[in-house]
């Protein structure tokens, strides 16, 4: 079983709809959750951090984190086609810096 | 501020060769992790330094290893290259606090090819 999974997608939308991005993980004591955004050829982007149940909101992107069933997700309102791109979900659950990330979900904006 | 660097940003190599691949992080970060994305595996952990010391590793052989500098700077090395070394190789810096709720900020990686 992998340790964080997600949809690989593609996730396809139109314009001005509201996208939803899952991911489920396996280690129960895993604390920290991260939503980073990558494009293309491009380096990973962080667009969201969440740590304590519940949602949480920051422009047209909110985070909910569900510790008791193991998941954590991301809506993106007014989706734009400026977000097509492969969004991962990281869990970092240790004392150090290492994140363990699921493979992405590739999000299609149609215009 | 300016944000993490690597260099260099392409490289191309032979099986058998050994490759250095060099990141800066953002000036006050100590913390500076590697990564490995390949299309098949995804984003991998490869190592964490702090203060010049390994402080996690992950599950790769040991033709790869890392070091850091006494200015956070890092350098990784993979030699023998196979070609499935193949990949993008991201670095990525934060604080280094040891608390894991650290945000790291990710360079714009090193894109090795092993021919």
């Known amino acids: 079983q992998k340790e964080v999974e997600q949809n690989s997608g593609p996730l396809s939308v139109p314009e001005g709809a509201i996208a939803s991005l899952n991911c489920t993980y396996s280690d129960r004591v895993s604390q920290s959750f991260f939503w980073y955004r990558q494009y293309s050829g491009k380096s990973p982007e962080l667009i969201m951090s969440i740590y304590s149940n519940g949602d949480k909101e920051d422009g047209r992107f909110t985070a909910q984190l569900n510790k008791a069933s193991q998941y954590v997700s991301l809506l993106i309102r007014d989706s734009q086609p400026s977000d097509s791109a492969t969004y991962l979900c990281a869990v970092n659950g240790g004392a150090t810096n290492k994140l363990i990330f699921g493979t992405g979900t590739l999000l299609a904006v149609q215009p | 501020k300016a944000g993490v660097t690597q260099t260099p940003r392409y490289l191309i190599k032979t099986r058998g060769q050994q490759v250095t691949l060099s990141c800066s992080p953002i000036?006050?970060?100590?913390?500076v992790s590697w990564y490995q994305q390949t299309p098949g595996q995804g984003l991998q952990f490869l190592f964490e330094y702090f203060s010049e010391t390994q402080r996690n590793k992950g599950n790769f052989p040991g033709r790869f290893s890392g070091r850091q500098f006494s200015n956070s700077r890092s350098e990784m090395n993979v030699s023998t290259l196979e070609l499935g070394d193949s990949a993008l190789y991201l670095c990525?810096?934060?604080f280094g606090l040891g608390q894991n709720q650290e945000t790291q900020y990710f360079g714009p990686g090193t894109r090795l090819l092993v021919l």
């Open positions: 000036s006050g970060h100590r913390s």
């Open positions: 990525a810096s934060s």
